[in-house]
C-alpha cells in the first residue's frame, strides 16, 4: 500500500517543486531588476495579456510609447519572463563592447534552426574565432562599396515608383511592395552577390526570407510556441521548418557556386599579368560572401560550408531586420 501512495505521490512532489523553482527564480529575479523601470502588469502574468491581444503593428507602437516614456531603458514582464527594453544608444554601446556577456538569451533559440551558430548565436571560443574572421568584410571601404548597391537600386525604385504613378494619375499609391522588393535586392546583392530579378529561385528565396522573419516574430509572441515538439506539430511551425529549408538550400547553392568559381580563378592564375586589374572580366566589387571566403582561406581554421551558411544568414537576418526597422521610423 505504502508503494502505490509513493508512486502516485511522486508526480505531485515533481510538480511542487518545479512550481517552487518558477516562484524562486521569479522572485530572485524581480529583486535583479528591482532598480530598473517597470512597465505595470500582473504578479506572475505581467502584461502577457495586453500583449497577447496586440497585432504586430500594435506591438511597434508600444514599444515608440515605451521609448518616449522611459529614459532608454525598461523592464516588461511577459508571464515570468522578463523583457529589458534598452533604447539609448550609450547602452548599446556598453552591451556591444562587451566581450564577457556574449552568451545569447533563450529566445535566440527561436533563430537558431534557421541561422544556426552564426556570429548572432554563438558564443565562447566560436564566437571570438567567428568575429575575428568575419570584421574584416566590415571595414569602412567595404561598406562604402555596398552603398553604390543601395545607390543603384534607389534609382531603379524610383523609376519604378514615377511608372506607377503615371499610371494612377491622382490617386494613392502603396509603395510597400516596391520598398519591400527593393530592400531584397539590396540584401541579396550585398550579401550574396546574386541578382534578385535573375531567376525565379531568388524571387522564392526572397519571399521564403519575409515569410521566415515573419513566422519567427509571431512565435516570439506566443509563449506556447516555445516548445518545439509543439510547434513544429502546428501548421505555422510546418510552415517555418519548410520555408527554412528552402533557404538553406539557396545559400548552399550560392556558397558551391561561389566556392566552384574561385576554384577555376585559381586554376586560370597563370595567364593573368601584372596589369589584370584593367582586366574588363575582373568584379568591379565583392559581396559579403566573397569577402568571408576570402579571409577564410586565410584563417588556420576555416569555416566550414555549414558554417559559411550560417554566416551569410545570419547577415541576410541583420540586414533585413535592420531595413524593416528604418521603413517604419
Known amino acids: 500500500m505504502s508503494f502505490i501512495l509513493l508512486i502516485l505521490w511522486t508526480p505531485c512532489i515533481l510538480v511542487i517543486f518545479v512550481i517552487l523553482s518558477i516562484v524562486y527564480n521569479y522572485f530572485v529575479l524581480r529583486q535583479k531588476l528591482k532598480n530598473i523601470p517597470q512597465i505595470s502588469g500582473y504578479l506572475f502574468i505581467g502584461s502577457m495579456l495586453q500583449i497577447l491581444r496586440m497585432s504586430i503593428e500594435e506591438r511597434l507602437r508600444l514599444h515608440l510609447r515605451l521609448l518616449k516614456q522611459f529614459n532608454g531603458l525598461c523592464v516588461q514582464w511577459v508571464g515570468t519572463l522578463p523583457l529589458v527594453h534598452v533604447f539609448k544608444p550609450e547602452y548599446f554601446e556598453v552591451i556591444f563592447s562587451s566581450t564577457v556577456n556574449i552568451t545569447k538569451g533563450d529566445s535566440y533559440n527561436l533563430v537558431r534552426p534557421w ?26 571601404s567595404i561598406l562604402n562599396k555596398f552603398a553604390v548597391i543601395q545607390s543603384e537600386q534607389a534609382e531603379i525604385l524610383t523609376k519604378n515608383l514615377e511608372k ?37 529561385s531568388v524571387m522564392q528565396y526572397s519571399e521564403k526570407l519575409n515569410e521566415t522573419s515573419h513566422l519567427v516574430l509571431k512565435r516570439f509572441y506566443k509563449p506556447w510556441y516555445t516548445y518545439d515538439w509543439l510547434y513544429y506539430l502546428l501548421p505555422e511551425g510546418k510552415k517555418f521548418k519548410s520555408a527554412v529549408e528552402t533557404l538553406h538550400a539557396f ?52 569555416l566550414t560550408d555549414e558554417e559559411l551558411r550560417a554566416q551569410v544568414d545570419t547577415v541576410m537576418f541583420a540586414v533585413k531586420c535592420l531595413k524593416n526597422v528604418s521603413r517604419r521610423f
Open 251 to 302: 545559400t548552399q547553392k550560392v556558397i558551391r557556386k561561389k566556392k566552384a568559381e574561385r576554384h577555376l580563378q585559381r586554376d586560370h592564375a597563370q595567364f593573368e599579368n601584372e596589369d589584370n586589374d584593367f582586366s574588363p572580366d575582373k568584379p568591379k566589387r565583392k559581396a559579403f560572401l566573397d569577402l568571408l571566403l576570402d579571409q577564410n582561406m586565410k584563417d588556420d581554421t576555416p
Open 164 to 200: 506607377e504613378l503615371a499610371k494612377n494619375i491622382g490617386k494613392p499609391v502603396d509603395t510597400l511592395p516596391f520598398i519591400t522588393n527593393t530592400t531584397l535586392a539590396i540584401i541579396c546583392e550585398t550579401a550574396m552577390g546574386v541578382n534578385i530579378h535573375a531567376q525565379d
Open 115 to 140: 541561422l544556426g551558430n552564426g556570429l548572432l548565436t554563438s558564443t565562447g571560443k566560436k564566437w571570438f574565432h567567428d568575429r575575428k574572421l568575419i570584421t574584416p568584410a566590415f571595414h569602412f
